[in-house]
């Protein structure tokens, strides 16, 4: 712009006297336009004689010109001056809007919560579906997928992880398949075989523990109170940690491949028990899926999938249907309580899953097992019990369960394992180192459970150790009709073996006998 | 700005000694009165068209037409007047300034807020801001010194804007006083720290010999319009934006960018020619022109001149 020359800058700040005649009436007499007409001029409400003289005082009084700038700031300014927060500002404070409330933002907003709205109706009326229940997601992270540290158990024994007390769910495995079996019973059909032997090339004994880490738990899961089992519906109705679905899907597939391991390990090791070994169990369940509603069905799917730890391998699709069936049957409606009441008849009428493999069971942590296992159990009820729980009730039970779960971790002694030599390992914290305990070289130990202090472990030649001590000292306890009479002692494998206390326990041979006992191993009886 | 005047019809009233006809239409100022809501604030129609009539003296003057139809013409003019003033809210400043309760609840809950936010955007820091605003409100008030009938600010707002606006006016010619005031109470330690304790006085420049500039630039100046005029300086000497100047001329910014150039360029047109008129040639009309103003005063030939006789004598 063209610079004004200096000499009119300078007459302008000095103008020449105006005629004093000249000015209206208003301005007569005064030096400056009052208050009125100035904020009359700017709001533009005078008279056109009136604005001229105002104006024509204005361009000769830089004090005036300053007035009206002063009383009348740019709009911005004024904004800028709304932005200082209320609580520089002195007095009541009028409701204003702030600047991020502007319909320039929130256009946004309405859009968003427009969508959301859709989304929302969409879902309610059934035309969009989650792509996976999370609590089914839930069910197989809580499972499998968290006994993954059990392959490690190829390794040395002290550089084994400690498992945690989920790792010993029992129903958590056939929840897994829950999820897992109706797109896998396709695709592992044809990837049965190549995927079961590399993972016996680079260390079958891991899937074989992973396998045998649910059949102590198992055998310590019976009779669960119903507050127990309201506890872990309360607590898998909590929302589970972000797990990507290709690791759920990971441990669905691993669980059915790793029972498919064992069950061709077993073909090869004992063709005999094949006919006869873990089929109890896994006929056991298939009635109880078929007739019982939800939960026993879920509970039949839990039985069949410990008794998949032990399989054979054309077991595995009728396990697979049968946890479809239960599947089905979830979806009846049928209340937690009902659920509840169902599981622990049948967890009390239910032998344990006993199966062959090297049972992984902290010793005092037998409650954990326990719950644990009701937790994976009650894990298949989630999809309706979230339904039927509130979520308030939800975050309440849940922070309870993990309350008590952390506590009774708090009393275990220790972590109990097999090792991949077939020794009994010990953790004396979790995640802390393993140690083999040499209790008998000649042993090769199988199964291993643990109440309290009293920890029992079975192995080849129907050997039976039981530690009062936990694990200090051990002694050996015959299995037989007559503690005497040496003849008629078991000498077969013991493949799994359960505890719930220091005086109730049962024994499954490779033989597919069960001895149980109910004075602590001084006597047995062998179970039909 | 209130629009569609009030009824003229009516039964006349006599309201002399102001502006107003000595008959007017009584539905008239009962109808202000109506629209005004004056007497929800304690304001009788009486004191309502006592302030009216004192309004419209102040800027319509007393005098009254002689002849009937003149006497009409000025009452059509006054009503048009009266019912451009912003009513309700003179209503309400009078009433306050009468000390009416009511009012006064209505006038703090529409503009204390108002009047805290005037007072930051004028003083800019916070604690002054409030001492302005509160002595604002002392004045509106009307404190009474020494056993003197209270006057309130008040009633000294006419309606020509509106009432936020008055007082927005009133703040800032408060916050220049106050601010002129206190330079003046600069300390002598604060001068001389700010060199204007021992500053020499700024000498009276001599008389310019050749005066035909700065006539013709007054004459340029005093040729162009007010609304020029004001552009210009509140442009090129106050440094306002176009933008905050358009704002107060309610004109677009691009059109005062664009009157600005044209402004200038005339001018430098008008003072050309206003010098070329007292006897300059155009070169030497654009050199004076384009010449510092410092160097209108120094006749350098009549100094040369004095220094040539100098030399002489010597």
């Known amino acids: 712009m063209e610079e004004l020359p200096k000499i009119v800058r300078h007459r302008l700040a000095h103008p020449a006297k105006e005629d004093a005649a000249s000015a209206p009436e208003t301005l007569r007499g005064a030096a400056h336009p009052d208050a009125n007409m100035l904020s009359g001029f700017v709001e533009r409400s005078l008279s056109e004689d009136e604005r001229m003289a105002v104006l024509g005082h204005l361009a000769d009084c830089a004090e005036c010109r300053e007035l009206v700038s002063l009383a009348f700031p740019a709009p911005e300014v004024q904004a800028a001056l709304s932005e200082v927060p209320a609580t520089t500002k002195t007095g009541r404070r009028w409701p204003s809007w702030p600047l991020w409330l502007g319909w320039r933002t929130l256009r946004w907003g309405v859009l968003a919560a427009s969508v959301a709205v859709v989304m929302a109706g969409a879902f309610h009326s059934g035309i969009l579906k989650w792509p996976a229940a999370p609590n089914t997601a839930n069910t197989a992270r809580t499972t499998v997928a968290e006994n993954r540290p059990a392959p490690n158990l190829v390794t040395p024994p002290a550089a084994l992880p400690a498992p945690s007390t989920e790792s010993y769910a029992v129903s958590g495995a056939p929840s897994a398949h829950a999820q897992g079996a109706r797109p896998l019973q396709n695709k592992l059909a044809d990837q049965e075989k190549a995927r079961s032997e590399s993972l016996l090339q680079r260390g079958d004994v891991g899937g074989l523990a992973k396998q045998k880490s649910v059949a102590a738990p198992a055998a310590s899961a019976s009779q669960p109170t119903k507050e127990e089992m309201e506890k872990s519906v309360a607590r898998l109705a909590a929302p589970p940690p972000p797990r990507p679905a290709d690791e759920r899907q990971y441990s669905a597939e691993y669980a059915l491949k790793a029972a498919r391991n064992q069950a061709n390990k077993a073909d090869k090791d004992h063709p005999a028990l094949v006919a006869n070994s873990v089929t109890p169990n896994s006929r056991a369940a298939a009635p109880v899926a078929a007739n019982e509603p939800a939960a026993t069905s879920r509970r039949a799917a839990a039985i069949g999938g410990v008794a998949k730890t032990a399989p054979m391998e054309r077991d595995l699709d009728r396990k697979s249907a049968r946890v479809s069936e239960a599947i089905q049957v979830q979806a009846q409606g049928v209340t937690p309580e009902k659920k509840a009441d169902q599981l622990r008849d049948q967890l009390s009428a239910q032998n344990p899953a006993v199966s062959a493999g090297q049972a992984i069971a902290p010793p005092a942590q037998a409650p954990v097992a326990r719950e644990q296992s009701q937790q994976g159990v009650a894990s298949g009820l989630v999809p309706q019990a979230t339904q039927e729980v509130t979520v308030t009730q939800q975050q309440a039970g849940a922070a309870a369960a993990r309350q008590a779960a952390k506590g009774r971790r708090a009393r275990l002694s220790a972590y109990w394992s097999i090792s991949a030599a077939g020794r009994i390992a010990r953790s004396r914290a979790e995640g802390g180192p393993w140690s083999e305990l040499h209790v008998d070289d000649s042993v090769k130990f199988q199964a291993v459970s643990a109440e309290g202090n009293d920890v029992w472990a079975g192995g080849s030649g129907g050997a039976l150790y039981h530690s009062t001590d936990g694990g200090n000292h051990w002694a050996r306890v015959k299995i037989g009709p007559n503690q005497t009479d040496d003849q008629a002692a078991v000498t077969a494998t013991i493949v799994s073996l359960r505890f719930s206390d220091s005086q109730h326990g049962e024994v499954v041979t490779e033989a597919h006998e069960k001895w149980s006992t109910t004075d602590g191993g001084a006597h047995w009886s062998l179970v039909q | 700005m209130e629009t569609g005047g009030p009824s003229l019809q009516g039964e006349p009233v006599s309201v002399s000694e102001s502006g107003l006809a000595s008959e007017a239409p009584r539905d008239f100022f009962r109808d202000l009165y109506g629209k005004a809501g004056a007497e929800k604030f304690g304001l009788s129609i009486e004191d309502f068209t006592s302030i009216l009539r004192e309004v419209t003296a102040k800027y319509r003057g007393a005098a009254t037409a002689s002849s009937s139809d003149g006497r009409e013409s000025r009452w059509v003019e ?47 820091e916070e604690s002054q801001a409030r001492e302005l605003a509160d002595s604002l409100y002392a004045d509106l008030f009307g404190m009474s010194k020494d056993g003197a009938p209270r006057v309130s600010k008040l009633s000294y707002y006419t309606g020509r804007g509106s009432l936020e606006g008055w007082l927005r006016t009133v703040l800032a010619q408060e916050y220049v006083n106050r601010y002129r005031s206190q330079r003046r109470l600069v300390s002598l330690e604060e001068q001389t720290e700010a060199g204007a304790q021992f500053r020499a006085p700024a000498s009276d420049p001599a008389p310019a010999l050749d005066t035909r500039l700065e006539t013709a630039t007054d004459e340029a100046l005093q040729a162009l319009p007010a609304e020029d005029r004001f552009l210009l300086a509140s442009y090129f000497l106050d440094g306002r934006t176009l933008a905050e100047t358009a704002r107060i001329l309610g004109v677009h910014e691009s059109t005062i960018s664009r009157r600005v150039e044209k402004i200038t360029a005339t001018l430098r047109k008008q003072i050309v020619a206003g010098l070329m008129r007292r006897g300059m040639n155009r070169a030497q009309a654009v050199e004076a022109l384009d010449a510092d103003v410092r160097d209108l005063s120094l006749d350098v030939a009549a100094r040369l001149r004095e220094g040539i006789a100098q030399d002489k004598d010597g």
Do not use: M, N, P
Request: proline share 0%; hydrophobic share 45%; glycine share 4%.
């Open chain 2, 78 to 124: 006054t009503a048009q007047f009266c019912s451009g003033l912003h009513l309700e809210e003179l209503a309400l400043a009078r009433a306050c300034s009468k000390g009416s309760e009511a009012a006064w609840e209505v006038f703090l809950t529409r503009y204390r807020e108002k009047l805290y936010d005037a007072a930051r955007a004028i003083a800019q």
